[in-house]
């Protein structure tokens, strides 16, 4: 669950920069200003019944960063997935460009007890899953398409730092994010601005529109299909003390609009 959500935020630079749509060099700067910690909590619901509930937490010291992050399934996200994430991702910062150095989650609702770690060698995603997955996919992500993917809660935190960005400013582009096992491209495309009002913001707010688009690692049935990749999850960023910050995301499911609402912003 922690992908998708980095794609509707959860969810940083491609390597140590984040190109135009179409590959050229001559992308706007990334913001120079970072933070020392952001916390960030999240309710989501589908009408007025509770689905989830999501924490996020980053420290970023010289030249590194680091960060938690949870997410629990209830009420009717049951139905579907029980789910109890707890992930975490330290990493090398250059200004604002993030390049993981270790991410791993576990489901402690699963009876598997499965680590999905993955290592970052020479900003190659490797993943490192005890106990091993039965299939890495058909076909597995190769090589040379994790090379330069980011893991999903570096995808997430640099969504918080103004990353990607285009020739038209944040939110534009795409970012390669690997999970462990699946392979697939954000894509991120401006939609104006609306006012956004939550428990912890209120105010005028960028619309971005986040599309998934699937790479490999995906086995027979798993896959995205083009009506599911067709639909984005609308991120609404809020620039707070310069840093954009998603305050609030919907996206379309099979049970209905599910919206996700910022209840505790900090910035530091």
């Given at each position: 669950m922690i992908a998708p959500l980095a794609g509707a935020a959860l969810l940083a630079?491609?390597?140590?920069?984040?190109?135009?749509a179409d590959g050229s060099d001559g992308a706007a700067p990334a913001l120079d200003r970072v933070p020392e910690r952001i916390v960030l909590s999240y309710t989501g619901s589908v009408w007025v019944l509770p689905v989830a509930e999501i924490g996020v937490s980053a420290v970023y010291p010289t030249g590194?960063?680091?960060?938690?992050?949870?997410?629990?399934?209830?009420?009717?996200?049951?139905?579907?997935?029980?789910?109890?994430?707890?992930?975490?991702?330290t990493g090398y910062r250059a200004g604002s460009a993030l390049q993981p150095w270790r991410y791993s989650h576990v489901n402690h609702a699963s009876e598997k007890g499965r680590t999905v770690?993955?290592?970052?060698?020479?900003?190659?995603a490797t993943p490192d899953i005890d106990p091993p997955f039965g299939s890495m996919g058909e076909p597995p992500a190769s090589e040379e398409e994790r090379l330069g993917a980011i893991d999903p809660i570096s995808a997430l935190l640099g969504m918080t730092l103004g990353m990607p960005?285009?020739?038209?400013?944040?939110?534009?582009?795409?970012?390669?994010?690997?999970?462990?096992k699946a392979r697939y491209d954000l894509r991120f495309e401006q939609a104006g601005t609306e006012n956004v009002r939550t428990r912890a913001w209120r105010g005028e707010a960028m619309v971005c529109n986040a599309f998934l688009e699937p790479v490999s690692g995906y086995d027979p049935g798993d896959r995205p299909t083009e009506e599911e990749t067709a639909r984005p999850v609308t991120i609404y960023l809020a620039d707070i003390d310069g840093h954009y910050l998603p305050v609030r995301f919907q996206a379309d499911t099979q049970i209905g609009k599910i919206n996700i609402q910022a209840t505790r912003i900090e910035v530091e």
């Open positions: 630079a491609a390597a140590l920069s984040a190109p135009d590194t960063y680091s960060a938690s992050a949870t997410f629990q399934s209830a009420g009717l996200a049951r139905w579907f997935d029980d789910t109890n994430i707890e992930a975490g991702v770690g993955i290592d970052f060698p020479e900003a190659v960005v285009g020739r038209e400013g944040v939110c534009n582009g795409r970012l390669p994010v690997f999970d462990g």
